[in-house]
Structures are given as C-alpha cells and as structure tokens.
C-alpha cells in the first residue's frame, strides 16, 4: 500500500527564518513520482515540483529547495528566508509512475509565517 | 495561461436536492481526477478518467455519486440525494499520463466549496 505522512500538522516561524517541512513516504514500487502542492489561503492547489525516483539530486528554487533520500522515504522541502506570502497549507503526494496514476497526499502542513 | 476550470465555485443547497459540478480540463490533458477535501479525511481521491474512460472510482459512494465526462472538454460529478455530510471541497484536476510521450503533474481547479444543509 503507499502512504505519505506529513507529521508537522502545522509550523509557526517568524519572517525570515528558514522552515523545512517533512514528507515521509511507503510504497512497494521501485520507481514512482514525489510532488509537493501548496494550497494558500484562496484555496487553490498550486504545483510546487515533481520528482521522480530514480533521480535523487536534491533541486534548488529561488527560496525553496528539495532534499529527496531515498534511503528514508523522505522527501523534504525547505523554505529560506521565509515570508508572509508563504504562508498556507503544503502537500507532500506519491504517484505510480503507471498503471493507476493517482496521486496519494499526505495530510498536509499548515505553514503560518509571521511578520 | 492554460487552467482547469470548474463551476461553480460555492454551492449551497438543502439535503436532498441534486447538485452537479463541472469542470473543464485544460485542452489536451487526457487524464481527469475529482478529488474530495475535507478536515478531517483530507484529500480523497473519488474518480480518475483517462482519455475519457473511468479507470478508479472505487473512492466515490456510488449510490449517490456519478461522475461522468461526456467530451474531452467537459467532466461531471453529480450528487444526487446530497447529504450534509458531502459538504467539503471538490477539486477537479488535469494532466497528462505517462506513455503519452510527455506527462505531466496534475493541475488543479480552484474547487468547488459545497454546503449542503
């Protein structure tokens, strides 16, 4: 079965600091797709990244970087020198890379960033 | 800028009554997903279309929930009698499937926010 765990439920920081959010995955597949999503406050689910297994070079993107280790099942996302507009919910998700393509998310971390 | 469209974006309605959301993929994608949000289950997964065809609706209540993609444009997901307990946001999203030579990650509607009371 997969499964993804976002333990953080919700982190608080202070404008500025740097923040990583956790994402643990399971799954019996040798090759599948990791994704993080983020949902601010207007709702939407925004497309963040997508990684692929078999690659584990960590990514780096302006403020938000990757650190993918296979070796734990986790897939980490932080944000440096955070800010309010930050601020929202982050979905960590697992896909098969065939078959049945559906994306299974964790149960999300709500990020509030301070000024 | 190419973005899933669904409508409406809130919905209220007394127990009972039928309600039908709608959404519109981006053109070209031929994979459709209807996810459900709710506190306390989080992100459900109620259906999966794939080039039009139900692949996986096994997460989808089937005696009161249908979905449906009548064109390659148009995906339906109807209630009918709804329940309270259906109130949640239903996300609709799009992409391509891997073998089509370039897939792609979902990409999301801005939901459809459903109160039945």
């Known amino acids: 079965a997969q499964k993804v765990t976002q333990a953080q439920t919700e982190i608080s920081v202070v404008e500025k600091e740097d923040v990583t959010l956790d994402c643990v995955y399971e799954?019996?597949?040798?090759?599948?797709?990791l994704f993080w999503y983020k949902q601010p406050p207007s709702g939407e689910l925004v497309f963040l990244i997508r990684?692929?297994?078999?690659?584990?070079q960590n990514e780096i993107s302006g403020r938000y970087s990757w650190n993918f280790q296979k070796s734990t099942s986790s897939f980490n996302f932080t944000i440096t020198a955070s800010q309010v507009v930050d601020s929202a919910v982050y979905f960590c998700?697992?896909?098969?890379?065939?078959?049945?393509?559906?994306?299974?998310f964790g149960t999300g971390t709500r990020l509030k960033v301070l000024a | 800028d190419a973005r899933v469209t669904q409508t409406p974006r809130h919905k209220v309605t007394e127990m009972g009554q039928e309600v039908t959301m709608r959404c519109q993929p981006i053109l070209g994608h031929n994979t459709v997903f209807w996810y459900r949000q709710t506190m306390m289950q989080g992100l459900e997964l109620l259906a999966y279309f794939r080039n039009r065809a139900p692949l996986d609706d096994s997460g989808m209540p089937k005696d009161r929930f249908s979905a449906e993609m009548p064109d390659a444009t148009l995906a339906t997901l109807k209630i009918q009698p709804s329940e309270p307990r259906d109130s949640a946001v239903y996300f609709c999203a799009s992409g391509l499937a891997p073998g089509t030579g370039r897939h792609t990650e979902a990409f999301f509607g801005q939901g459809t926010r459903l109160t039945v009371v």
């Open positions: 998700a697992l896909r098969k890379t065939s078959g049945t393509y559906k994306y299974i």
């Open positions: 799954t019996r597949d040798t090759t599948y797709y």
């Open positions: 990684r692929n297994s078999f690659d584990e």
